[in-house]
């Protein structure tokens, strides 16, 4: 395989390197931001969680920030970037970890905040526009008895459309899988980046040009996705002696069709006692926890499950609490996913992350290899989920950063063991192993962005022609080629 280009990420633009003056009076009427603090402020998402990434995007910023109100603003923004040739960054609330959102060209950042109307609620499904936040949108589905299947642990703060571009799976991903599978995203509305921008609707496999595409393929305007019925869910901790035990529990418990689960990780110890503060009363020092979130009506089976297995300790039950035990606490979608880590960097800020898969059927005893093999350098956070139809679990262990040579080291390890890993280190979407480019994905990048303005640098097969994209590499969102059979 032939190295890719690296695409620089440019120090602040030289003055005059994007014509901002003759984009203002093309867009008048549009808000705009070049207060440079702010534009820099809007210039970055949670890339900081990698100290490699830190390094080597820290000086990104955008020229501007502009900020439409609607899918009629967003057109204009487009055109008017399109003939002056400035590049296009969107962006949601900011919540992505990989610098998905960040300008390596500078140029504009398209702050989609403001398109937060949620439009149309039916029967399992909600359309909004992107900026709306997922955590407002279910504030008002839940009026009909519904929610969002799927959301990251950054549900109070995320966006539906940032979500969608950047986002993988979630809180949900155990009953729901992931963003990736069919039926989870219903349609997409998308503006092109051409002189006169067109709007495309996108369903069934043509979804995956866009999805976790961190909007290199066009602006999402409009995202129509499934809903489930509502519930009250109760938060349950349980503590264990050993991971192997704790993550064999899970395992089982996500097999369980009957008992309606939201939730289900397991994080080794000594991380919950040390890093989830507010909780730490309820967690001994010594537990690995498994972390559930349950529909109410399923507490009592849960229960009555769990006393299955002998070593399991109930050390948190949310619906046993007094009111005054619970305040102050955060919900527990918050210890989860990337929130363990956002936990455990306020504690130790030399703690960074990775993110892996643990393939079916071997999971549990992959989880137990590796942890053995690493010990407290990777402490392990696995988060188990509906993977092509099968319980397994992702990873994303905790790393005590001593050096960028040190994570390749560890990731390789993984890879060499059978962990496929989705590296964070890494701001591109081939380079993280997230989304596989090909011949379909490049087509449609070059029919939707021909002067390859939006979000550049961020797709290696459009910035190297000869990149090959046919490698043999484990990516979450398989290229759209793959998909077609017989």
């Known amino acids: 395989m032939k ?12 003055p005059g390197t994007y014509d901002i003056a003759g984009l203002r009076r093309r867009i008048e009427g549009i808000a705009c931001e070049d207060n440079s603090i702010l534009v820099k402020q809007k210039s970055r998402d949670f890339y900081w969680y990698s100290p490699v990434l830190k390094r080597q995007l820290d000086h990104v910023c955008a020229d ?32 992505g970890n990989y610098g998905q959102a960040m300008p390596l060209a500078g140029g504009v950042v398209m702050d989609l905040s403001g398109c937060n109307h949620v439009k149309e609620i039916g029967r399992g499904r909600v359309t909004a526009e992107p900026g709306a936040v997922l ?12 929610e969002l299947r799927l959301s990251p642990s950054t549900y109070n703060t995320a966006s539906i459309g940032g979500f969608v571009a950047g986002g993988s799976g979630g809180v949900g991903s155990i009953r729901w899988g992931g963003l990736r599978d069919c039926g989870n995203i219903i349609r997409l509305r998308i503006a092109t980046m051409e002189a006169a921008p067109r709007l495309i609707e ?6 995956h040009t866009a999805s976790h595409a961190y909007g290199t393929n066009g602006i999402i305007t409009e995202v129509e996705m499934a809903l489930g019925p509502a519930y009250e869910w109760i938060d349950v901790i349980l503590g264990f002696d050993t991971l192997r035990e704790a993550a064999a529990y899970a395992n089982a418990l996500g097999e369980q069709d009957g008992l309606l689960i939201k939730e289900l990780a397991v994080v080794a110890a000594p991380t919950p006692h040390d890093t989830f503060l507010r909780h730490r009363k309820f967690l001994p020092r010594g537990k690995d926890v498994v972390l559930i979130m349950v529909a ?35 919900p527990l979608f918050e210890l989860t996913w990337n929130h363990t880590t956002l936990r455990a960097l306020r504690v130790d800020p030399a703690i960074t992350y990775l993110q892996a898969l643990y393939p079916f059927p071997g999971q549990i005893e992959l989880v137990d290899r590796l942890h053995h093999q690493f010990g407290e350098e990777v402490p392990a956070h696995l988060e188990f989920v509906r993977f092509d139809g099968k319980i397994t679990c992702f990873g994303l262990p905790l790393v005590r950063f001593t050096s960028e040579e040190r994570i390749d080291e560890i990731v390789r390890i993984h890879e060499d063991m059978g962990a496929p890993i989705f590296n964070p280190h890494r701001y591109t979407l081939e380079e993280g ?29 459009w910035e190297n022609p000869s990149h090959d994209y046919t490698t043999g590499k484990t990516y979450l969102f398989p290229g759209l080629a793959s998909r077609m059979t017989g």
């Not at 949108?137 to 008895?145: K, L, M, N, P, V």
């Not at 996108?202 to 979804?207: I, K, M, P, Y």
């Not at 507490?299 to 102050?328: C, M, N, P, V, W």
Request: hydrophobic content about 45%.
């Open 135 to 146: 955590a407002a949108i279910d504030r008002q589905t839940r009026a009909s008895g519904q």
């Open 3 to 14: 190295s890719p280009i690296r695409f620089t990420p440019q120090a602040a633009p030289s």
């Open 202 to 207: 996108l369903t069934g496999d043509d979804l």
């Open 296 to 330: 109410d009506h399923a507490i009592e089976a849960l229960i009555a499950y769990t006393g299955r297995f002998r070593h399991a300790e109930i050390l948190f039950r949310q619906d046993q609490l007094a009111e005054s035990d619970l305040k102050g606490l955060p």
């Open 64 to 95: 501007i920030v502009v900020a439409p109100k609607s899918e009629a603003d967003v057109v204009r923004v487009l055109a008017a970037c399109h003939a002056l040739a400035i590049p296009v960054t969107a962006r949601g609330s900011g919540t």
């Open 433 to 461: 192993g997230m989304k596989q480019t090909d011949a379909v994905q490049l087509a449609f990048k070059r029919e939707a962005d021909p002067q390859g303005l939006l979000n550049p640098g961020k797709m290696i097969a």
